[in-house]
């Protein structure tokens, strides 16, 4: 799991909740672009979602059985 360093804050934009997890922009931009989620992500390929925004990103891969490959691969690198 990506742990997340205290006082990170989420990369949803207009959301400045505290991240719990870090994740690869490649894994949820599908996602995002589907629920409409925008990122703050300056030049960074990786992002970093709050409580909520993780379980909003989480349920959608699930629902779309994205969620499999990182059961079996590497999730959250
Ligand atoms: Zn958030």
């Known amino acids: 799991m990506g742990k997340v360093k205290k006082g990170v804050n989420c990369s949803v934009a207009g959301c400045s909740d505290r991240a719990i997890q870090s994740i690869s922009i490649d894994k949820v931009q599908e996602a995002a672009q589907s629920m409409g989620l925008k990122f703050d992500t ?36």
């Open 42 to 77: 300056k030049k960074s390929r990786r992002i970093y979602l709050c409580e909520k925004h993780y379980k909003e990103v989480k349920k959608y891969l699930k629902k779309t059985k994205k969620l499999e490959k990182w059961k079996h691969g590497l999730p959250f690198t």
